[in-house]
């Protein structure tokens, strides 16, 4: 009988973590279990659920029969993912703390952690998939379009995909609901988790003001007329809609899906002058970009691909958006069909072609929908 290989599966107190563990030991694999605690600044805090979420996990290895582990990654996850998480929001930018803390903790540091425990391979309950093909190992999405991850994945290279498994990438999470309920996990029905990697859900503005300065100023509307403050640049990201605190300024004859009632959204931010500009309608120009340029690239090929035609994703959730590729010195510009909204400085650009994911940047800047066309 070949006996099949060691895995260490993180498991994080999820429902998702949990039926990848199940399924890997009905596969015959020898299944070992990580529970990851990455942040104790405000461990007792109502937000952050790490002690809550490790009895979880315990009592899920328990049903499955597995050994389970708690390591602390929390010093590697503040030196390599929030430092830089703050770096970013203090430049301007709206930085996405879950694609580098995949790359840094859950495929970098927690991958090191298995293998010196003599793992094989890693396992996730991320949605997504890896296929070997022609001697390379390429990232997937997942089955379940409404739940994949792979945006979030995008910078694992050829290294790290090689040692993954992502057991449910193939299912649904309505599929994985129903698994864990017939096998008896006592955390079938358990809230998925939507704060910040490993921070948790918390009033965001109210956490970030712990650890950035404010330095409130003007609000402009595209007239150049004050009318508003705001807290400080870092507090806000573009197409924000809700907590400018704007009332009684309306702008007449606001451009393509504005008007006199048109919600306000942040259009742009201006670091040098301290100001935020801010426009009514959704569709305003000034929302709209038709290319961005992105820097900080990683292929998950560890090689650009060719230049040309491919979808991409600027946030998670959107529906990939037909674009040209043309690779420059330190990454990459990519131009759109359609105007996409919102491209927001620090976010992921990240490139696919159909349902494989090549990788991506960082978003550094973009081009107003006026200034360009797709030629």
């Given at each position: 009988?070949?006996?099949?290989?060691?895995?260490?599966?993180?498991?994080?107190?999820?429902?998702?973590?949990?039926?990848?563990?199940?399924?890997?030991?009905?596969?015959?694999?020898?299944?070992?279990?990580?529970?990851?605690?990455?942040?104790?600044?405000?461990?007792?805090?109502?937000?952050?659920?790490?002690?809550?979420?490790?009895?979880?996990?315990?009592?899920?290895?328990?049903?499955?029969?597995?050994?389970?582990?708690?390591?602390?990654?929390?010093?590697?996850?503040?030196?390599?993912?929030?430092?830089?998480?703050?770096?970013?929001?203090?430049?301007?930018?709206?930085?996405?703390?879950?694609?580098?803390?995949n790359a840094e903790i859950k495929f970098k540091a927690f991958l090191d952690h298995?293998?010196?425990?003599?793992?094989?391979?890693?396992?996730?309950?991320?949605?997504?998939?890896?296929?070997?093909?022609?001697?390379?190992?390429?990232?997937?999405?997942?089955?379940?379009?409404?739940?994949?991850?792979?945006?979030?994945?995008?910078?694992?290279?050829?290294?790290?995909?090689?040692?993954?498994?992502?057991?449910?990438?193939?299912?649904?999470?309505?599929?994985v609901r129903s698994l864990a309920e017939e096998i008896g996990l006592p955390n079938?029905?358990?809230?998925?988790?939507?704060?910040?990697?490993?921070?948790?859900?918390?009033?965001?503005?109210?956490?970030?003001?712990?650890?950035?300065?404010?330095?409130?100023?003007?609000?402009?509307?595209?007239?150049?007329?004050?009318?508003?403050?705001?807290?400080?640049?870092?507090?806000?990201?573009?197409?924000?809609?809700?907590?400018?605190?704007?009332?009684?300024?309306?702008?007449?004859?606001?451009?393509?899906?504005?008007?006199?009632?048109?919600?306000?959204?942040?259009?742009?931010?201006?670091?040098?002058?301290?100001?935020?500009?801010?426009?009514?309608?959704?569709?305003?120009?000034?929302?709209?970009?038709?290319?961005?340029?992105?820097?900080?690239?990683?292929?998950?090929?560890?090689?650009?691909?060719?230049?040309?035609?491919?979808?991409?994703?600027?946030?998670?959730?959107?529906?990939?958006?037909?674009?040209?590729?043309?690779?420059?010195?330190?990454?990459?510009?990519?131009?759109?069909?359609?105007?996409?909204?919102?491209?927001?400085?620090?976010?992921?650009?990240?490139?696919?072609?159909?349902?494989?994911?090549?990788?991506?940047?960082?978003?550094?800047?973009?081009?107003?929908?006026?200034?360009?066309?797709?030629?």
């Amino acid at each position: 009988m070949v006996r099949k290989p060691r895995v260490v599966v993180g498991l994080s107190g999820g429902v998702d973590s949990a039926v990848s563990a199940y399924l890997l030991k009905q596969q015959g694999y020898e299944v070992v279990a990580i529970f990851m605690k990455n942040w104790e600044d405000d461990d007792d805090s109502e937000y952050c659920s790490s002690n809550e979420d490790f009895v979880d996990a315990a009592a899920v290895a328990d049903v499955i029969g597995i050994d389970i582990e708690h390591v602390n990654f929390a010093a590697e996850y503040k030196d390599r993912v929030f430092a830089e998480f703050l770096r970013e929001y203090q430049g301007g930018r709206t930085p996405n703390p879950d694609v580098l803390c995949n790359a840094e903790i859950k495929f970098k540091a927690f991958l090191d952690h298995a293998m010196r425990l003599g793992a094989e391979k890693i396992a996730t309950g991320h949605y997504a998939r890896v296929r070997e093909q022609a001697g390379k190992f390429q990232l997937l999405k997942g089955l379940d379009e409404s739940k994949d991850q792979s945006y979030f994945l995008h910078r694992l290279n050829q290294a790290q995909l090689s040692k993954t498994l992502f057991p449910i990438g193939e299912l649904r999470k309505t599929e994985v609901r129903s698994l864990a309920e017939e096998i008896g996990l006592p955390n079938a029905r358990k809230k998925d988790s939507t704060g910040i990697c490993f921070i948790g859900e918390r009033p965001f503005r109210d956490f970030l003001n712990r650890y950035i300065s404010k330095e409130p100023g003007p609000i402009k509307d595209p007239r150049g007329r004050v009318i508003g403050k705001h807290e400080g640049l870092s507090f806000y990201t573009l197409g924000q809609r809700q907590g400018l605190g704007i009332g009684g300024v309306k702008e007449k004859g606001a451009q393509r899906g504005g008007g006199e009632h048109a919600p306000w959204f942040v259009a742009r931010k201006d670091l040098e002058k301290n100001t935020l500009w801010v426009v009514q309608g959704h569709d305003h120009p000034w929302l709209l970009s038709s290319a961005l340029d992105a820097d900080d690239v990683s292929w998950t090929a560890d090689e650009a691909p060719m230049p040309g035609a491919y979808s991409a994703k600027t946030r998670y959730r959107q529906a990939d958006a037909a674009c040209l590729l043309a690779n420059v010195e330190g990454g990459f510009r990519l131009s759109f069909e359609e105007a996409q909204w919102a491209v927001t400085p620090g976010q992921s650009a990240v490139l696919y072609d159909g349902e494989v994911c090549l990788g991506g940047g960082v978003i550094a800047a973009s081009t107003p929908v006026a200034a360009t066309a797709l030629s």
